[in-house]
Nanobody, 113 residues
Framework: QVQLVESGGGLVQAGGSLRLSCAASGSIFRADTMGWSRQAPGKQRELVAFITSGGSINYSDSVKGRFTISRDNAKNTVYLQMNSLKPEDTAVYYC???????WGQGTQVTVSS
């Protein structure tokens, strides 16, 4: 069983930055692709970034150039650095472990205009 615990969400003004963290329990972390998805009210959940165990990274077009995903295997933690935030980035952000399809509980990010 894998548990994912997100932190770092909050309220920020447009143009500001936030850093999300996702701490993972379990031994699969180092071999697993980890990602961040988000879901805004009334919208489908959207995958915004993922990072493989080998360090390959992919971003959605909506966040490319503004968000950076990284991982620290020694700490079993994946991060999402979010810069130049926009009101349309407002959503609940979820951490995901792809193998086994595990999800965290989500952390709210609100960007005010």
């Amino acid at each position: 069983q894998v548990q994912l615990v997100e932190s770092g969400g909050g309220l920020v003004q447009a143009g500001g930055s936030l850093r999300l963290s996702c701490a993972a329990s379990g031994s699969i972390f180092r071999a697993d692709t980890m990602g961040w998805s988000r879901q805004a009210p009334g919208k489908q959940r959207e995958l915004v970034a993922f990072i493989t165990s080998g360090g390959s990274i992919n971003y959605s077009d909506s966040v490319k150039g503004r968000f950076t995903i990284s991982r620290d295997n020694a700490k079993n933690t994946v991060y999402l650095q979010m810069n130049s935030l926009k009101p349309e980035d407002t959503a609940v952000y979820y951490c995901r472990a792809f193998s086994g399809n595990y999800w965290g509980q989500g952390t709210q990010v609100t960007v005010s205009s």
